[in-house]
């Protein structure tokens, strides 16, 4: 992708997907490769996966590459079903994107996940790229009503999902409970458990569950931020889901659905509101970003305008914000203007004044989805346009500037950089239950094959072990080779 100059950042919401599917896009993407500027970024493409992939065995401890025949554009991790001694087996939620000949879907899958140091080197170095791995096998299929922009896990139990859609509803889904269904080009819709209503336009990306209370949190085009106990279910199954009716644009049956309302709606945005996210320790306090390329913190407890403002916190579209687990004084955000920004919110005002802690600068494209790690407080990903999906270490940053290292392909903070997708990287997810491993998913609409790619992924840990530990190790090896040598 052409890089847009930093002094005229695109002004646009996220992307959405390409909607077609891997076959229907090869004669396009062969036509593409004949056109010049095509022909350009794609050898630029190929030269970079190509040097990626040579050094796989050496970068990553195991790997899995998993082709998608239509764009998911969300992945997240769901509960371990299965402890077994080399892999355990866990839930993925992934969807499919369709251009309507085949219904939108949500996906469960069931994934073997190699535990560290068990996968051999030749095996993790001969993937197949045009195939679906034996690692990931489909559960159940949810027939969604409407393309699934997001999808996000409840804490509380990982079997209830909520879903983003085009509509301004939020969806509630049951996985255990839901049938298992065919997805084929006329069959009914699956029916959510629960239907969240409160948005007055479409909410199509900001989604959040919090990890204290089972709460929703939601961003929609109508420029607010809406929050839900699904608590409150408990107390209104018999309530009249005839309130839905006047949303405009649902794809909901307002009938078939029973549904609650909002604890809460926000005001203090001035454009659609890209994601939200939860402080981790509270159900009442948040942050949100938008196209008003503002961060904006809240508490409920104090009523529904903003705590601190934040604005111009990039000079482009915020699309991704991510509050720190570890230390709940760090907040990430990135942008349309190819950065991450990292705030403190103890230096935040109330008049909006604030500069970030650190600025991260690695992408070439729009960045997508920041997400910090659950495995080490300075840790976190980031994922773009441009394919990469980066991993950064803020307490790195610091070092290399008394290192005094001017080296321009290495950018501050920034220790391991995963280029196994070749399109941009609409989403990925740490895994909790395995903190170094993460799934990803790209959009392959403007690539050869289109379609989308899952890669689920685990570096090697003589990255990101002390340093000490590691040389101890490696010197134990080569003492142990220098023995074998002799004999």
Known sequence: ????????????????????????????????????????????????????????PVLYDWFSHHNLVWPSLSCRWGPIVDNGTYKDKQRLYLSEQTDQTVPNTLIIANCDIVKPRVAAENHIANFNEDARSPFVKKYKTIIHPGEVNRIRELPQNKNIVATHTDCPEVLIWDIEAQPNRNAVLGAAESRPDLVLSGHQDNAEFALAMCPAEPFVLSGGKDKSVVLWSIQDHVSTLATDAGQLTGSAGSVVKAADNSSIGSRGVFQGHDDTVEDVQFCPSSSQQFCSVGDDSCLILWDARIGCGPVVKVEKAHNADLHCVDWNSHDENYILTGSADRTIHMFDRRNLSSDGVGLPVHKFAGHTSAVLCVQWSPGKRSVFGSSAEDGLLNIWDYEKVDKKKESGSKSPSAPPGLFFQHAGHRDKVVDFHWNVSDPWTVASVSDDGESSGGGGTLQIWRMTDLLYRPEEEVLEELQKFKDHVLECSKT
């Open 1 to 56: 992708m052409d890089a847009t100059p930093l002094s005229e950042p695109r002004k646009r919401g996220r992307p959405k997907g390409s909607t077609k599917s891997k076959g229907d896009k090869e004669k396009e993407a062969s036509a593409k490769r004949r056109g010049t500027g095509g022909e350009k970024r794609n050898a630029a493409l190929d030269e970079r996966y190509i040097h990626w992939k040579q050094l796989v």
